[in-house]
């Protein structure tokens, strides 16, 4: 017998996961844009990183998440904008 709540929850979790992992590949190409020396490599890591938020936004739209995997997102974000804001 099939467990729509357990089924219902991997969804959600998993949504989650993969929003936590594209906001980390975010941050990671924010701080190689950060530290690089090349305008070409500072506009293209940029741009990723903004592709990744965007990808991470997709998944999070309607999610049902824990106040802890709330917590963590949004501390992902605040760093994440934190590293864009130096690069404009």
Known sequence: MVDFCELKRA???NKYEFA??????AITFAETAACSDSD???NRNIANARRAYREAMK???????????T????????RLSRLLSYSD
């Open 11 to 13: 969804h959600e979790f």
């Open 20 to 25: 936590a992992i594209e906001l980390d590949l």
């Open 40 to 42: 070409d490599k500072i």
């Open 59 to 69: 998944f999070l739209r309607g999610a049902r998440l824990t106040r802890q995997m």
């Open 71 to 78: 917590k963590t997102v949004v501390e992902r974000i605040d």
